[in-house]
């Protein structure tokens, strides 16, 4: 169990360029979640998938926002035309899912710092 | 909608004392708990949960919950504090049975003092 990792750690833009940070969730894990912190605040729901599905779309994912799994196992959050609002952590986490023993707990990454100037 | 409120910011305590760091949650159905525990620039690592059961739980590194339906908390509890129990703390809830999103206190900063 390697954990969940995200690429890159940290990414500074410019105003207007886009980006895009990807997720690889604990292997055996078919749930992914993107979540979003800011400082002093705690981690905002962005999306989730379940395998390749996205079934859930926060509010907070504004056009600009869109989120891959095209195969079930990594995903991608691409952003275009940042601004500087957009600067946060970015968190990836996964879990899986047992009709038998309940969800997991989601499990996360050390987040992508993006940085827009 | 669902909530989660951790009413102090930040919490001090001596070493060797016991510690609590207090969450309150409001859902519409049963409520899926959690304490998570974030260290400078990493992510967030799972400390407990709570389902249904027996309403102290216990977890890593030592500290346990204990859930209680009539307040509405979930308070954060250790023993005794360490020193490098000192982090960021962060409740969260969701619906049981309802949709998969996970709402997260704002957090609270523990602060244990040598």
């Known amino acids: 169990d390697t954990g969940v990792s995200q690429n890159p750690r940290h990414k500074i833009t410019k105003r207007g360029q886009n980006v895009t940070f990807r997720c690889d969730p604990i292997?055996?894990?078919?749930?992914l979640y993107w979540y979003r912190q800011t400082l002093g605040q705690g981690p905002e729901f962005l999306t989730y998938f379940q395998n390749e599905a996205q079934l859930e779309k926060s509010r907070l994912l504004s056009d600009r926002f869109s989120a891959e799994r095209p195969k079930g196992s990594f995903s991608t959050l691409e952003i275009q035309r940042t601004e500087q609002g957009d600067s946060a952590m970015y968190l990836c986490a996964s879990s899986s899912s047992d009709s038998r023993r309940g969800d997991s707990p989601l499990h996360f990454g050390n987040g992508t710092r993006l940085t827009v100037t | 909608a669902q909530s989660v409120a951790q009413p102090e910011d930040q919490v001090n305590v001596a070493e060797g004392n016991p510690l609590t760091v207090k969450c309150t949650y409001s859902?519409?159905?049963?409520?899926?708990l959690f304490w998570y525990v974030q260290y400078p620039n990493r992510g967030l690592q799972f400390l407990l949960k709570?389902?249904?059961?027996?309403?102290l739980v216990k977890g890593s590194y030592g500290f346990e919950a204990e859930f209680n339906k009539s307040q509405t908390s979930f308070h954060l509890k250790k023993p005794s504090a360490l020193v490098s129990d000192s982090a960021l703390y962060f409740c969260a809830v969701r619906d049981l049975f309802g949709n998969e999103k996970l709402t997260f206190g704002t957090g609270t900063r523990l602060t244990i003092i040598p």
């Open positions: 859902v519409s159905g049963n409520p899926y």
């Open positions: 292997s055996e894990h078919n749930r």
């Open positions: 709570y389902i249904t059961g027996d309403n």
